[in-house]
């Protein structure tokens, strides 16, 4: 019996040691893209491009956040959609808009309608948990993604009442930026794709100023969200966080 | 009596064109009337059989979290199946999303046993299908996410958590219902299917109830009966049928004024007569009975004359029905492609009532005036 066991631990314990080395590591690389794609403050001016069938919109804003939980986007461009301003605090989202001097409060299924005809939802954009609290990753293969050396990892749920039960992220090796990310559903079907590129250093961190996010159950080219200036850790003032900004 | 009846009688078949033209006029009037108002009965009786037969049953209990003209409260809106369940059909919803030729649609995915009976819904067809998620739509749906029998769809949903989650819904059948409110962005799905899809075991947002229900009282659910349930329904009508009265309102008028203005006429023109009825002994409200009569009589034969043509065009329209325009069809209310009118007892009764009193009190204002006349100065012909 002491043989089989013996036999059995010499044959099967170099995978398990490997397996937990592997499993920590990609732990380590997960915290390294939140290190990088996260921080206290962010200031972003950014423009969304969505492709229609016959044109395409260009959608310009500045967006003021702190931490995972709040956020305040104001547009300013188009003319058409100039003033509208978006807040979202904890798991709430209000959305002013000047031609009818109103705010609404977004909850329910309106959380899950397209941002400005885009392919992200509202409820995408207020998503901000880091991936190393929320996910356990695991390294599947190592290759090369338009000529960078990546970890492909699979990301699954470890915490419940996520969006996405499931995420393979393609990891720069030497940025820890993912350049590419599929989201999918419990049932395995692919519903996302997100592709970064432009990747460039700011402040000591890698990131990303150009995003395409594409609903793969939809047609069409999805939508550009291209970064034009962004700066983290800077000072926010506390009024940006409250409601009393969406009607300044 | 008798001698004013056969007088006004006389008098009016002397009058041909005049007459003809009166009661042509309010004969009109009267077959417009019975034939709006049957059509509104025959909508009103189609509609609540079809939302009985459709939608309601024989009455709905709701969660108390769950309003169903109000889409927020789906998500939150359902409970557990009491245990204390007999003659309850439960139905849960869950919002979802369609992606039919990569449009993407919001859409209500509707779960209910496929062994239902209650309802008029084809679901024996779900059970029957070897699909893994077989799906049964109305025809609004099918139309506006150009979807067929047969057809496969993407569908996107979220479980009791949030966490989304996606397959390939197969559409084994259309149905054609003229309840939109079941049909318009709803999917039914077996509710065994549903619970697994959601996590949701056992979970209802709201129940329709059959004859054996007694109503205990349960906590967390909202007993609403079929005549509360129809009771929008029912008001719509109501308030369209107020609407459509305007229109017969003018006809009518418009021939209560031609004998209005008949009257006044036969006043002026006759007080030669009127002064001869007098000086023969005849009373003056004799003579003002005399006048009404004749013109309250433009109703009866406004009646015999609507009845010639009207009773066999009423037939016919029993028969084929008003066909309703599509683009109406998609109003959101229960409307069938064709309404046939259905003439009541209480219609015909009250609409001959309504045209022989308001004949007979414009016949009579006119003919007020005879009491004041000099019966000295109408023999000689003067006009007063």
């Known amino acids: ?248 | 009596m008798k001698l004013e009846l056969k007088l006004a009688f006389r008098n009016l078949f002397g009058s041909r064109l005049r007459t003809l033209l009166n009661v042509l006029v309010l004969s009109f009037s009267f077959v417009i009337i019975i034939l709006l108002n049957s059509i509104m009965d025959g909508w009103n009786q189609q509609a609540q059989k079809d939302s009985i037969e459709w939608e309601f049953g024989n009455g709905q209990l709701i969660n108390e979290k769950f309003d169903p003209l109000d889409p927020y409260t789906i998500l939150d809106g359902h409970d557990k199946i009491p245990e204390e369940n007999i003659g309850l059909t439960p139905i849960l919803e869950r919002q979802a999303s369609i992606y039919p030729q990569g449009r993407m649609m919001s859409v209500v995915l509707k779960g209910i046993s496929s062994e239902q009976e209650i309802l008029k819904l084809p679901t024996k067809i779900l059970k029957e299908s070897k699909e893994e998620f077989p799906v049964i739509i109305g025809k609004r749906l099918a139309e506006s996410a150009k979807l067929n029998k047969g057809d496969r769809v993407q569908v996107r949903w979220r479980d009791s958590k949030g966490t989304y989650d996606a397959n390939t819904l197969s559409i084994t059948e259309v149905f054609d219902s003229n309840v939109p409110n079941i049909d318009n962005g709803k999917i039914w799905i077996d509710i065994n299917k549903l619970w697994g899809m959601t996590n949701l075991e056992n979970e209802a947002s709201y129940f329709v109830v059959d004859g054996k229900f007694k109503n205990p009282e349960l906590s967390s659910w909202n007993f609403k009966s079929q005549f509360a349930l129809l009771k929008n329904l029912k008001d719509l009508i109501n308030q369209k049928k107020t609407a459509q009265s305007v229109v017969y309102g003018l006809l009518l008028a418009i021939a209560l004024l031609a004998i209005f203005d008949t009257q006044i006429l036969s006043i002026f023109r006759r007080q030669k007569e009127i002064g001869t009825y007098i000086a023969l002994g005849m009373t003056r409200l004799r003579v003002v009975r005399l006048f009404t009569i004749e013109g309250s009589v433009y109703s009866v034969l406004a009646l015999i004359v609507g009845s010639i043509y009207g009773v066999p065009f009423f037939i016919y329209m029993s028969e084929t029905g008003f066909p309703i325009p599509p683009a109406d069809q998609k109003m959101g209310i229960a409307l069938a492609e064709v309404i046939y009118p259905v003439y009541g007892l209480k219609l015909i009764l009250m609409t001959v009532l309504t045209v022989i009193i308001s004949a007979t009190i414009v016949s009579y204002l006119p003919a007020r005036k005879i009491a004041k006349l000099n019966p000295v100065l109408a023999l000689k012909g003067k006009k007063q």
């Open chain 1, 1 to 248: 019996m002491k043989t089989i066991i013996a036999l059995f631990l010499s044959i099967q314990l170099p995978f398990l040691l490997t397996s937990q080395v592997s499993d920590l590591k990609a732990l380590k690389i997960i915290e390294e893209i939140d290190k990088n794609m996260f921080s206290k403050t962010q200031i972003v001016t950014s423009e969304m491009i969505v492709y229609g069938k016959r044109k395409k919109r260009i959608i310009r804003s500045r967006g003021y956040s702190m931490g995972k939980e709040n956020n305040f986007t104001e547009y300013l461009f188009p003319e058409r959609e100039k003033g509208t301003k978006m807040l979202k605090l904890n798991e709430r989202l209000w959305i002013y808009s000047p031609t009818t001097d109103r705010t609404i409060q977004l909850s329910g299924h309106l959380l899950r309608q397209s941002v400005m005809g885009s392919d992200l939802s509202y409820e995408d954009m207020m998503e901000g948990k880091r991936l190393s609290e929320v996910y356990v990753a695991k390294i599947i293969q190592e290759e090369n993604y338009n000529e960078s050396p990546v970890w492909v990892m699979e990301l699954v749920s470890k915490v419940e009442g996520l969006a996405y039960h499931k995420r393979v992220l393609w990891v720069d090796k030497n940025k820890f930026v993912p350049l590419k990310e599929n989201l999918y559903a419990k049932s395995g079907t692919l519903l996302k794709t997100t592709t970064f590129s432009d990747i460039r250093k700011i402040n000591k961190r890698w990131f990303p100023m150009k995003m395409n996010y594409k609903d793969v159950l939809k047609d069409g080219k999805g939508t550009d969200f291209i970064i034009l200036d962004v700066s983290f850790n800077s000072k926010i003032p506390e009024g940006y966080f409250s409601k009393n900004i969406l009607k300044k």
